[in-house]
Nanobody, 115 residues
Framework: QVQVVESGGGSVQAGGSLRLACAAS????????ANWYRQAPGNQREFVAR???????NYADSVKGRIALSREHAQNTVFLQMNSLKPKNTAVYSC?????????WGRGTQVNVSS
């Protein structure tokens, strides 16, 4: 059974950095495409970043220049490096991934940024 699990969240001060991970397990198939989203309290979920099978990346305008996606094929994991974090970046960060032709969602990881 395929599982997608996020990790790496936590509490940081404004200006700090976090590296989130989105890992797929339970399949021999690699993550083809992965998307990151975030949802702050009282807000709708919003798109953050995407990486495709060619390792091409897309970022939301609100995060360009402060985040970067990468992947580690051996671990079947996609990483979201976030720098210069701001209090308004506090949210639950979730990823979904296409693995073996199907889309799977993780449960999310909490990021708290204090001023």
């Amino acid at each position: 059974q395929v599982q997608v699990v996020e990790s790496g969240g936590g509490s940081v001060q404004a200006g700090g950095s976090l590296r989130l991970a989105c890992a797929a397990s339970g399949s021999t198939f690699r993550i083809v495409v992965a998307n990151w989203y975030r949802q702050a309290p009282g807000n709708q979920r919003e798109f953050v970043a995407r990486i495709n099978s060619n390792d091409d990346t897309n970022y939301a305008d609100s995060v360009k220049g402060r985040i970067a996606l990468s992947r580690e094929h051996a671990q079947n994991t996609v990483f979201l490096q976030m720098n210069s974090l701001k209090p308004k970046n506090t949210a639950v960060y979730s990823c979904n991934a296409i693995v073996g032709g199907r889309l799977y969602w993780g449960r999310g990881t909490q990021v708290n940024v204090s001023s």
